[in-house]
């Protein structure tokens, strides 16, 4: 860690340069005035890290000292000194871990029901409703893009936007699928059913990030889909959204204008695209290690919440909670705050290698 450290605080120097030199080239001293900005954190908190490590050399040589108080005095500034520095390496280990760029993104999130009919359809509810909680407590906004009911109280499939600083850097942990067991209550013979639901969490993307041409997609328009009565859409508004060179699609029915329908199917479309390729250019990087704990595969169970025992099992970190209740009611700090420790010292290693 130390030679990566001095080869920031050599750059930085080098940066110092740079500027003294520049003159009236304002786009050069632009960019590396914000190159600057970026490492002189790290920089300031190396010095003090390198300066206590100075310090400890020179106690540790007075425990040689013939003067007995004098020893006795070192080995007590040793205990502080030992204690500073393995703060400052903490800090700085987490300063060196390389940044997710889409961490402060707002999060599209799919939820889906699996295997398991109605129940899956209820559970695909419940957590609808975890997510929504989580976001109301960290004062983020949600807003729903598109939801297919199944007409009991459950939800085939959601698709909403969560807005708010750092949204996905909390989010992106939860892709994958969670499974439930419980026993429905349609279920004369107390017998425990498992169901799956799969979680999406996808960064939002910015128009000028990723570019579709109008050869790749296929639009159908169609009438909404309504409970009939009042509530049926006269006007063809649906848009149905077909990426031609990988066959995803996408459906948006849940406005009243074609134009945002079209609007709200595209950002997601965008979204998906930009996580896969997103997840393609990490693989390169790092073969051995993904963007989110595990694989992030929705093919892979990531958490068991299972209601007779009132328990919430993420298989990833192997940690339990026996607080079902407030979990459902969307206390899954826990799980979020753990998995980023494992995932940072994942990143850290790479750092160090």
């Avoid at 899956?120 to 297919?148: P, V």
């Avoid at 600083?165 to 994958?176: H, I, N, T, V």
């Avoid at 849940?254 to 609007?263: F, H, I, K, T, V």
Wanted: with cysteine.
């Amino acid at each position: 860690m130390l030679a990566k450290l001095q080869g920031i605080i050599d750059r930085f120097n080098e940066i110092d340069h740079q500027l003294s030199l520049v003159g009236d080239d304002y786009t050069t001293a632009i960019e590396l005035s914000k190159e600057r900005a970026e490492l002189e954190a790290v920089v300031k908190k190396a010095s003090a890290y390198k300066e206590a490590l100075t310090k400890l050399d020179e106690t540790e040589a007075l425990l040689e000292s013939n003067d007995e108080e004098m020893r006795s005095l070192a080995e007590l500034e040793l205990e502080s000194l030992r204690e500073i520095i393995e703060t400052l390496e903490g800090q700085l280990k987490s300063m060196l871990v390389p940044k997710d760029l889409r961490d402060d993104r707002n999060v599209i999130m799919e939820i889906r029901a699996g295997t398991g009919g109605d129940e899956a359809g209820l559970f695909a509810a419940d957590l609808f409703r975890m997510y929504s909680r989580y976001a109301e407590r960290r004062g983020w906004k949600t807003e729903i893009l598109t939801m297919h009911e199944t007409g009991i109280g459950g939800i085939k499939e959601v698709s909403l936007m969560i807005k708010g600083k750092g949204a996905y850097s909390r989010l992106k942990y939860e892709s994958g699928v969670h499974r439930v067991q419980r026993v429905p209550e349609t279920e004369s013979q107390g017998r425990i059913h498992t169901s799956t639901i799969t979680v999406a969490v996808l960064a939002e993307v910015d128009d000028v990030e990723i570019e579709i041409p109008d050869s790749d997609i296929n639009i159908d328009v169609y009438k909404s889909a309504g409970a009939g009565g009042q509530n049926v859409q006269k006007n063809a508004t649906a848009i149905r959204i077909t990426h031609l060179p990988t066959g995803m699609v996408v459906a948006c029915q849940d406005e009243r204008s074609q134009l945002q329908n079209r609007q709200r199917a595209m950002s997601i479309l965008k979204a998906r695209l930009y996580e896969i390729e997103e997840q393609k250019r990490q693989d390169e990087e790092a073969a051995t290690r993904r963007s989110q704990i595990g694989s992030g595969e929705r093919s892979e169970k990531i958490r068991t919440y299972n209601f007779p025992q009132s328990r919430v099992t993420d298989h990833r970190v192997n940690i339990s909670s026996y607080n079902l209740t407030g979990v459902l009611d969307g206390d899954i700090d826990e799980f979020i705050d753990e998995l980023t420790l494992v995932d940072e010292s994942e990143k850290l290693s790479f750092v160090e290698d």
